[in-house]
Each structure stands twice: as C-alpha cells, then as structure tokens.
C-alpha cells in the first residue's frame, strides 16, 4: 500500500479524485431497511452498504461483470483503495445480491439520485442543455422465430429476453439503451433500458427547463424540457434552408453522445446482453 501511495497516487488516480468528491456517509440511509440479522443464532455479517455501493459504481465505470468485477478487485490496489477495504476481497454473488436487493426495495434509484445531486452540488451541474439518444442493446434470440411467443407466454428462457425490432432493412433482438448526456461536461445523467421496439420519442429523460437535443426520431415527441430536436421533412413538406442549417447546428450539438455509446459497447463491452432472464 505505502509503494502505491509512493508511486502510483501522485501520477493522478481518477478513482480517488471521485471518492473526494463523494459524502459517503450520506448513503448510510439507505442501508436501514435493507437487512435484518434479529435471530438469536445470528446471521453472517452484513457487508458495509458504503463498500457495495463503491462496487456497483467500479462496475459501471469499467463495464465488469459480477465475475470479473471480484477478479479485478482482487487485482488491482487502486480498486481497494477506492473502496475501502484492502485485505478483504468480497464473493461476486455478494455484489448480485445486493443488486438484487436494491431493485426489489426500490432503493437502487434512489441512491443514484442521492450520487447525482451530490455531484450537482460540487457544481457538476447540467448547464447548457442535454443530449437524449438511444441504441439497441442485443440479445441472443436463440433458434426461434420472430413470431415466437415472449415475455411470460414464452416457453424457453431464453425466448423470455428481449423483443425484435427492425431499423432499415436490418433487425434486432434484445433490448435499446436509452441515455442523457449534458453537452457540457459528457456525463451521463440518467439512463432507461426498454425492449427494442420502443421508438427513442416514448422515452423522456429531460427534466423541466433543461434543453433537450435529439436526432430526427424525437421529432414532434413531447418533453418535460425545452424541444431542440432536429427537424425532420415529411411527404409533400421538404424542409426549407433554415431548418437544414438548424438541422447541422443541433447535428454537432448532439454528436459527442455517439462517444457515449462507443465507450459503452466497445470499452465496456456491453452493447450485447450475454445472460438470459430466468
């Protein structure tokens, strides 16, 4: 530790620039309604919930898997500086459950917001608009057809994952990506996932009074912002001169998004959904 602190530390340690940023003791909250170890045997010790938090955020910053993220952990002296704890290296199903955890009790959004509004304060705050756009996430459709029954009617599990969906001439299966970026600092503020076949307009991400920039698919979609979607031309009403100029405006306006999503699948390797749902 004291050869990482020597050497590797004053090179500059992202993970720890945000942990500064970070009141953590703020998210002790959230642990009270989480587990109950009352029984006169006792129960294993509950995990510090600052530490499971701390491991749901390295796996979104470096797209790991539940697997790779214990593997990684015990690997690198940077990851357990970040979280806390550096002699102990917690199972992989410890952060699955935790996951699965927070979902149920509705607590997962809530932390976020709690992460969010914390960075706000630090004055990361969405000042010049935000961009809104959406990609497809795929699944493995397995052998089945298109027509094939999903969801809880499906006969596999398998065939419960995703929804086909058809852009162009091609078709995917599995699930779309739906994300918010301020054009400020290239954060990604909020995220939805839904099946495939739900077209980007359905989804609004924008809060009241933020600028909302989007492709020609949001044309028309209402928003809780302020609409500065491109326009786009239908039968019989070509668009004029200045929509086209305002068209390439919002165009490099909205383009740093289409890094997002390259990081995302390419460096995480998460644009292709490798389980099934049970």
């Known amino acids: 530790m004291q050869e990482y602190n020597d050497e590797v530390q004053p090179r500059g340690d992202k993970l720890l620039e945000l942990a500064k940023l970070v009141d ?29 938090i701390k491991h749901l955020i390295l796996q979104q910053l470096y797209g790991l898997s539940d697997p790779q993220l214990e593997l ?10 970040f979280l806390g704890t550096t002699e102990i290296i917690h199972d992989y199903t410890a952060v699955w459950l935790f996951r699965e955890r927070l979902i149920k009790t509705g607590t997962l959004e809530a932390i976020w917001d709690e992460f969010v509004n914390q960075l706000k304060a630090k004055g990361y705050e969405v000042k010049k608009g935000v961009i809104q756009d959406a990609t497809f996430l795929t699944s493995d459709p397995g052998h089945a057809k298109s027509d094939v029954p999903r969801g ?19 078709s995917y299966f599995g699930y779309k990506g739906h994300v918010k970026v301020d054009t400020e600092n290239n954060f990604i503020w909020k995220v939805e ?20 920039y989007g492709d020609k698919g949001y044309h028309g979609a209402k928003t809780n912002g302020y609409d500065a979607s491109m326009k786009r031309a239908s039968r019989g009403h070509p ?19 289409e890094r997002c999503f390259s990081v995302i699948k390419i460096v995480f390797r998460a644009g292709h959904v490798m389980v099934t749902k049970v």
């Open 24 to 52: 953590w003791d703020a998210f002790q909250k959230f642990g009270v309604d989480l587990y109950k170890n009352k029984s006169e045997r006792g129960v294993r010790p509950n995990i510090d919930i600052i530490i499971m």
């Open 72 to 81: 990684q952990v015990a690997d690198r002296i940077s990851f357990r500086v």
């Open 152 to 170: 809880e009617k499906a006969k596999t599990r398998r065939s419960r994952d995703g929804i086909w969906a058809k852009k162009g001439s091609k």
């Open 193 to 212: 996932t839904t099946v495939a076949n739900v077209h980007d307009s359905q989804v609004d991400l924008a809060n009241e009074g933020e600028v909302r």
């Open 239 to 257: 668009l004029g001169i200045f929509d086209e100029l305002r068209n390439r405006r919002i165009g490099s306006k909205r383009s740093p998004v």
